[in-house]
């Protein structure tokens, strides 16, 4: 199977934006969507939001919602996470992940692709 690759982490500021890309070019037309998650070290990896490919509906975290915005672009199987307004407590390792079924959640066993992460470091 074909893994999704993210890219555009770096290290930035508090209050700086940040946008990163996720290309699944294991992406089929039965797919629904895709979405984002982070890790910080010592912690659990948390869902941050999804938007799907059809009609580009978003859901988000309560912790991101607000900052944080998707988009997409289904020619080039491209999903967007723009991350604005970056606090510290965004430092994490961004996944995003293509989930096994018609729906977004937050619950990480409903993924079974998943990139290898890109790193986000916001300094105060």
């Known amino acids: 199977q074909v893994q999704p690759v993210e890219s555009g982490g770096g290290s930035v500021q508090a209050g700086d934006s940040l946008r990163l890309s996720c290309v699944d070019s294991?992406?089929?037309?039965?797919?629904?969507?895709m979405a984002w998650f982070r890790q910080a070290p010592g912690k659990e990896r948390e869902f941050v939001g999804g938007i799907t490919w059809r009609g580009g509906a978003h859901m988000f975290a309560d912790s991101v919602r607000g900052r944080f915005t998707l988009s997409r672009d289904n020619a080039t199987n491209t999903v967007y996470l723009h991350m604005n307004s970056l606090k510290p407590d965004d430092t994490a390792v961004y996944y995003c992940?293509?989930?096994?079924?018609?729906?977004?959640?937050?619950?990480?066993?409903?993924?079974?692709?998943w990139g290898q992460g890109t790193q986000v470091t916001v300094s105060s």
């Open positions: 294991g992406r089929t037309a039965s797919d629904y969507g």
């Open positions: 992940a293509r989930p096994q079924r018609g729906f977004i959640g937050a619950d990480i066993h409903d993924y079974n692709s």
